[in-house]
């Protein structure tokens, strides 16, 4: 069974960092794998912030770039997402999610996601 367990949110205020993992077990993150990070506001849109691919590219939306780096851990079959310089708008649930599957989420097609752990960011 795929599990995707997402962790390292929390409340912070504007200016902190945050370092989100996500915890990959039942198939390994290498060769064409990609991840995507998501972050659903409080008002319900959900949008892609950042991709990590298993070859180590990345993507950023530019609402996060120069703020967040994503990374991953391939002997820890681990992604991660570094968030420095938060902001409020950065709040939200954010998830980590298989990329290129069959299930509808966030506007996209994936095919596992985790849980989500939430970020709070206050003035």
């Known amino acids: 069974e795929v599990q995707l367990v997402e962790s390292g949110g929390g409340s912070v205020q504007t200016g902190a960092s945050l370092r989100l993992s996500c915890e990959i077990s039942g198939f390994k993150f290498d060769g064409d794998s990609e991840m995507g990070w998501y972050r659903q506001a409080p008002g319900g849109v959900c949008e892609l912030v950042s991709t990590v691919a298993a070859l180590a590219y990345t993507w950023y939306d530019d609402s996060v770039k120069g703020r967040f780096t994503a990374s991953r851990d391939k002997a820890k079959n681990t992604v991660y997402l570094q968030m420095n310089s938060l902001r409020p708008e950065d709040t939200g649930v954010y998830y980590c999610?298989?990329?290129?599957?069959?299930?509808?989420?966030?506007?996209?097609?994936?095919?596992?996601r985790g849980q989500g752990t939430q970020v709070i960011v206050s003035p």
């Open positions: 999610a298989t990329r290129r599957g069959t299930r509808r989420f966030c506007g996209e097609y994936v095919e596992h």
